[in-house]
């Protein structure tokens, strides 16, 4: 290989592209990748044909809308595919997303083909298609949608009450020396039992009218303590040397703890709200049954209750997609406000 050629696998190299092999054409890997926005489209074919097929043996539904849903995502595929040419951020997202939804899209066709298709999961009472989800949930769309807006109004509540006394909590006791001697029994004693055995309680303490409130204190509990617990672990364990430095430079009390103690901790918050997210997704569930009449738990409950198990499953795929979203924003967070940490974070 000549210099100049060298020079220009170096170059390929630090843009973060394979350079060709000696034939000229593109190295395995590249090749592939530039093939992956191929995984979408096929698997949402695969998908059409099963539906095809399966759809005979069934049931007649009220709606069409299975075929809809998968020939707006077909149509939609092949116009990414389209713009992926000449657009490099389309065909970057299509290259690292394509194969995850096409995975996604021949489980639903699998999933059709032991429902409608060959019948090998019975009864179909208990086990509907994709396809008589879809329509139980278009059915049902007014009151899933009023039922995801209240458990959205409550989680928000209770993880940003459970937040907010977690950190403060966390601040003190992880600082003062006396706080932390009186705190962590405190914390040990309380914190470890889970949010929902307080159910009874709650109900107990608080007027049939304001339930609403109980549920948020049962979502703030069970937030509040990971975010404790590692909130003191990061600012108690913050490096002397910061605080050597600050307190040479003529730094006071509160900006070692609010501009040196705080911001080298944000690591262990932030992984204390992710494990009070998680904890916050449980609780939200069993706190909409405490006198709560709407809400994405209370609405399973009565779809299980009513054996609506088509709207049942419904719940369980808005609850899937709704969690699985504010998980994402919290990690758009996390990488924006530790953004001096990537490449750096292994969680």
């Known amino acids: 290989m000549s210099i100049a050629s060298e020079v220009e696998a170096s170059a390929a190299a630090a843009r973060g592209e394979i350079p060709p092999n000696r034939r000229g054409s593109p190295a395995p890997a590249v090749a592939a ?73 021949l489980l639903l066709a699998l999933w059709e083909t032991l429902t409608d298709g060959v019948r090998l999961i019975e009864p179909a009472l208990y086990f509907p298609s994709p396809p008589t989800v879809l329509a139980s949930m278009l059915d049902d769309r007014h009151l899933l949608f009023d039922s995801t807006w209240h458990s959205l109004a409550l989680l928000l509540s209770g993880y940003g009450v459970g937040v907010l006394c977690g950190v403060v909590t966390g601040v003190i006791v992880g600082w003062f020396g006396p706080a932390r001697y009186w ?76 501009r040196v103690a705080v911001p080298a901790a944000m690591p262990n918050i932030f992984l204390g709200l992710f494990m009070g997210l998680g904890a916050s997704f449980l609780t939200l569930v069993v706190a909409e049954n405490v006198g709560v009449t709407s809400g994405l738990g209370w609405y399973f409950n009565w779809a299980q209750t009513n054996a609506e198990y088509g709207k049942l499953y419904g719940a369980i795929v808005i609850m899937a997609a709704f969690f699985s979203t504010i998980m994402t924003l919290l990690f758009k967070v996390r990488d924006r406000v530790l953004v001096w940490q990537k490449g750096q974070l292994k969680w």
């Open 33 to 105: 990748k530039r093939r992956g926005w191929l995984a979408l489209p096929v698997a949402i074919a695969v998908a059409l044909v099963v539906h095809f097929f399966a759809s005979h043996g069934a049931l007649p539904l009220p709606t069409r809308a299975w075929n809809f849903f998968l020939g707006g995502a077909l149509a939609l595929s092949l116009i990414l595919a389209v713009l992926q040419v000449p657009f490099p951020r389309v065909r970057a997202w299509l290259a690292e997303t394509g194969p995850i939804l096409a995975a996604a899209f």
């Open 183 to 258: 705190g962590m029994p405190l914390l040990k004693v309380i914190g470890p039992i889970p949010a929902t055995a307080w159910v009874p309680l709650a109900m107990i303490l608080t007027p049939s009218r304001l339930h609403g409130l109980s549920a948020v204190f049962l979502i703030a509990l069970a937030v509040w303590f990971p975010v404790s617990m590692l909130t003191i672990s990061g600012v108690a364990n913050t490096r002397a040397s910061y605080l050597d430095v600050a307190r040479t430079l003529g730094a006071k009390s509160s900006y070692l703890v609010f």
